[in-house]
């Protein structure tokens, strides 16, 4: 069992930013891909950006150039950095790992941008 307790969330004006964070309950942490994705209200849950085990990254065309996604695998802790935020940004944001074929989500974050 993999347990994900995220943290950072918060309400932001659009042009901030909000650093979220993701620790992992297990020390294979470092072995596995890890993801965050985000569900804004009417809307179905979309990836915002994955980090591999070996650190390389990718993401969403509409977190390109604005957010950042990395890891530290001695403290279990995925980040994701997210700079000029925009109102659209506005959804619960769910970090995820998935190991062989159990799908892990961390509780949920509001990130509320203000125009």
């Known amino acids: 069992q993999v347990q994900l307790v995220e943290s950072g969330g918060g309400l932001v004006q659009a042009g901030g930013s909000l650093r979220l964070s993701c620790a992992a309950s297990?020390?294979?942490?470092?072995?596995?891909?890890m993801g965050w994705y985000r569900q804004a209200p009417g809307k179905q849950r979309e990836l915002v950006a994955l980090?591999?085990?070996?650190?390389?990254?990718n993401y969403a065309d509409s977190a390109k150039g604005r957010f950042t996604i990395s890891r530290d695998n001695a403290k279990n802790t995925v980040y994701l950095q997210m700079n000029s935020l925009k109102p659209e940004d506005t959804a619960i944001y769910y970090c995820?790992?998935?190991?062989?074929?159990?799908?892990?989500w961390g509780q949920g974050l509001q990130v509320t941008v203000s125009s």
């Open positions: 297990r020390s294979i942490f470092s072995s596995y891909a």
């Open positions: 980090i591999t085990r070996g650190g390389s990254t």
């Open positions: 995820n790992t998935k190991i062989g074929p159990e799908n892990y």
